[in-house]
């Protein structure tokens, strides 16, 4: 297994410009999310999925949107990019259901700069 | 919502001692306690996590305990190896069938020197 993939690993994208980060995952999770890291912080949750077609707001999720068509994929999308979105963005799944282990499969990250 | 403080913010520490970091969590209702341990460059990994029907969690050098009263969580790291050094997250959630949102804390840059 690949277990979470992200592309690209690194942007750099001048102000107002849009751009999706991919995220595609191969353990059949049910749930997944996209949290962004910035420098000497720690994570925050932009949006979350528990399944194909259901997807929910996190914590930090203005000025971005998210689709989840598929069980594997979760596609982040950047709107009118903004400096305040530079950041290093981390896509997760886990299995899902309470009972089940809990873990959160992190892909390698994208690092975003806005200039 | 939840809100997850974490301390300390760095930590050092001589190789074979023991480290510990607390985490202090707001939401009573939060059941499950991961740590996760980010290595600079790469993506968080988990090493432990408790729920809030156990209080204390043991896995070889690395111990999770869990003060449901107190609102507080801590990991403690026995005999550090210098591959101990990394920045350590905890992190709280209330589990649902809604998905697992985690809160995290603002992390912990632990270096263990030899």
């Known amino acids: 297994n690949a277990g979470v993939t992200q592309t690209p690993k690194f942007r750099i994208l001048k102000i107002g410009q849009s751009m999706t980060l991919q995220c595609t995952q191969d353990m059949n999770h049910n749930y997944m999310y996209w949290y962004r890291q910035d420098p000497g912080m720690g994570l925050k949750l932009i949006y979350y999925s528990v399944g194909a077609g259901i997807t929910d707001k996190g914590e930090v999720p203005n000025g971005y949107n998210v689709s989840r068509s598929t069980t594997e994929d979760f596609p982040l999308r950047l709107e009118l990019a903004a400096p305040s979105q530079t950041s290093v963005y981390f896509c997760?799944?886990?299995?899902?259901?309470?009972?089940?282990?809990?873990?959160?499969?992190f892909g390698p990250g994208t690092r975003l700069t806005v200039t | 919502g939840e809100n997850v403080e974490q301390h300390p913010s760095t930590l050092s520490v001589q190789e074979g001692d023991s480290a510990v970091i607390k985490c202090t969590y707001s939401d009573s209702a939060s059941n499950y306690f991961p740590w996760y341990k980010q290595e600079l460059g790469k993506r968080p990994q988990l090493i432990i996590d408790?729920?809030?029907?156990?209080g204390e969690k043991k896995d070889q050098r690395i111990a999770v305990t869990l003060n449901k009263t107190a609102k507080h969580f801590s990991l403690h790291i026995t005999e550090t190896q210098p591959e101990d050094s990394a920045v350590y997250f905890c992190?709280?959630?209330?589990?649902?069938?809604?998905?697992?949102?985690?809160?995290f804390g603002t992390g912990t840059q632990l270096k263990v020197e030899l």
């Open positions: 997760a799944s886990s299995l899902g259901t309470s009972g089940s282990p809990q873990e959160q499969y």
């Open positions: 408790i729920r809030s029907n156990v």
């Open positions: 992190a709280a959630s209330r589990l649902t069938g809604g998905g697992n949102k985690l809160t």
